[in-house]
């Protein structure tokens, strides 16, 4: 990572890039096709990872990307185990929040994915995160 960012601005960034962008269900972000990270829509922890530096750009790499922490294990599901090498205060703030906001039904992942849930949701919610952990 080229730049020390806190928490509080990588949740901003995040909710800036889905509010741009749009949200992505299902996985970190949409794949495929000639698209940089910056133009590609993300979940909530697809947003933090590309915020956060975990994802950077791959010219080699066939999908366009490549994470820079690639001996992670994903062992058990890409978004609860990737979020080990995240920014784990942003990560903690939304999921503060956003067990707030579903009484305790929904992890982070779940909640972005879920059919109620829209970009606007997303990226108020990390916000919301984002001034609990002020700058």
């Keep these: 990572m080229s730049e020390t960012k806190t ?17 992505y269900k299902g ?7 000639s ?5 590609r829509s993300c979940c909530a922890l ?7 530096g975990y994802f ?3 010219p080699h790499n066939p999908s366009g990307w490549m994470s820079i922490y690639a001996t ?8 609860a185990d990737a979020t080990a090498a995240l920014d784990t205060a942003a990560v903690d703030a939304l999921a503060a929040v956003v067990d707030e906001k579903s009484g305790g ?10 059919a109620d849930t829209t970009a606007a949701d997303v990226a108020a919610a990390m ?3 984002a001034n609990r952990l002020g700058s």
């Design 7 to 23: 928490p509080a601005q990588v949740l901003t960034e995040a909710a800036d890039h889905i509010e741009t962008v749009g949200l």
């Design 27 to 33: 996985s970190f972000f949409e794949r495929g096709g």
């Design 35 to 39: 698209k940089p990270l910056a133009a």
């Design 46 to 52: 697809g947003a933090i990872a590309v915020s956060s």
């Design 56 to 58: 950077i750009e791959d």
């Design 72 to 79: 992670v294990t994903f062992e058990g599901g890409q978004e």
């Design 105 to 114: 039904n929904f992890t982070v992942p779940r909640w972005s994915d879920s």
């Design 127 to 129: 916000r919301a995160a």
